[in-house]
């Protein structure tokens, strides 16, 4: 008896910058906002597909996440901050206005592991500055 796996289905979500991503509905439903519109959209049967906004997420914000969470998949034994550190880390630099962008699109999107892993390691960057001299000129927060 052959078994027929039912194909992955594709939900479609637009940044706050305009840019469409087809994404697995399994990670499409760890985002809570749009668990939630697809929950209203089943119980008042309306059904639609129009792009779901992610208004306080960017494109470079969602295709890091993106990454991130096959990469939580496919590495089930690895931490999330571990994954994490692998993917901002590359370089050896690290980009303090994308982390923190990271860390306000995982707490919109209520995805607690990515929101814990980016502000576990943007409290480690914090640390790892030294200084308040240095957390301000990283992060561009003028002086008082």
């Given amino acids: 008896m052959s078994t027929v796996s039912k194909p992955k289905e594709l939900l479609t979500l637009k940044t706050n910058d305009g840019k469409i991503f087809k994404v697995d509905e399994v990670l499409a439903l760890q985002m809570c906002p749009v668990r939630d519109l697809l929950m209203l959209e089943e119980w008042k049967s309306l059904y639609t597909e129009d792009a779901i906004p992610l208004l306080r997420v960017n494109s470079r914000s969602l295709s890091f996440i993106i990454k991130w969470w096959s990469a939580m998949v496919d590495k089930k034994e690895t931490t999330a901050l571990q994954i994490l550190k ?23 999107l209520q995805m607690d592991d990515l929101l814990k892993a980016s502000s576990q390691l943007l409290a480690e960057v914090l640390i790892s500055c030294g200084s308040v001299d240095n957390i301000r000129q990283n992060f561009n927060v003028p002086s008082d």
């Avoid at 692998?86 to 919109?108: G, I, P």
Wanted: proline letters at 0%; hydrophobic letters at 50%.
């Fill in 86 to 108: 692998d993917l901002v880390l590359k370089k050896n630099m690290v980009d303090y206005q994308f982390l923190m962008q990271l860390v306000m699109a995982s707490n919109y």
